[in-house]
T-cell receptor, first 111, second 115 residues
Framework: DAKTTQPNSMESNEEEPVHLPCNHS???????IHWYRQLPSQGPEYVIH???SNVNNRMASLAIAEDRKSSTLILHRATLRDAAVYYC????????????FGQGTELSVKP | NAGVTQTPKFQVLKTGQSMTLQCAQD?????MYWYRQDPGMGLRLIYY???????DKGEVPNGYNVSRLNKREFSLRLESAAPSQTSVYFC??????????????FGDGTRLSIL
């Protein structure tokens, strides 16, 4: 399974944008990039996913490098509720739908 | 709209006791998964079920058994609990076939302590 590398922790101020980086230099051509987050004492929650093009949804944006070896999750205006552990996960087709979690980035948001 | 429901939410066991963790989803999803999460770590896959009647091992299956009772329910059994199985257990489901890039939906977890 291709691996991802994320910073252990990041800090942000409330209502400012946050850019969460992820390196995945061994990504294969068919791997999708998924992001989940886990709020304290809850199960993981889907945020966004993409293959090659940048993606936007109501929660966040995903910027994917042209060589696909890195990506960035963008929260446009951080709120206190966005404090969570964010996981960047590569998902290969025909792998049973499995998610391989790393340690993620713990995001703290200061008021 | 309950989503994925796990019972119980908390449990304390003694070493050697057995227990079944229950998971049910009301979204008509085909695939279901059991993960465990140790402190400060990401989730690790124990077992999964691509469809009713099938189960497959994940990354850390030793010491566990599973049953896909029907499309809605997927249970995880510890036959003889060990302290190393102290963890938070999460169940998840997936809308379509296992090749799908649809998101997995997770329950809120069962916090299990084994003394």
């Amino acid at each position: 399974d291709a691996k991802t590398t994320q910073p252990n922790s990041m800090e942000s101020n409330e209502e400012e944008p946050v850019h969460l980086p992820c390196n995945h230099s061994t990504i294969s051509g068919t791997d999708y990039i998924h992001w989940y987050r886990q709020l304290p004492s809850q199960g993981p929650e889907y945020v966004i996913h993409g293959l090659t093009s940048n993606v936007n949804n109501r929660m966040a944006s995903l910027a994917i490098a042209e060589d696909r070896k890195s990506s960035t999750l963008i929260l446009h205006r951080a709120t206190l509720r966005d404090a969570a552990v964010y996981y960047c996960i590569l998902r290969a087709p025909r792998m049973g739908g499995k998610l391989i979690f790393g340690q993620g980035t713990e995001l703290s948001v200061k008021p | 709209n309950a989503g994925v429901t796990q019972t119980p939410k908390f449990q304390v066991l003694k070493t050697g006791q057995s227990m079944t963790l229950q998971c049910a989803q009301d979204m008509n999803h085909n695939s279901m998964y059991w993960y465990r999460q140790d402190p400060g770590m990401g989730l690790r896959l124990i077992y999964y079920s691509a469809s009713e009647g099938t189960t497959d091992k994940g990354e850390v299956p030793n010491g566990y058994n599973v049953s896909r009772l029907n499309k809605r329910e997927f249970s995880l059994r510890l036959e003889s609990a060990a302290p190393s199985q102290t963890s938070v257990y999460f169940c998840a489901s997936l809308p379509s076939g296992t090749d799908s890039n649809q998101p997995q939906h997770f329950g809120d977890g069962t916090r299990l302590s084994i003394l």
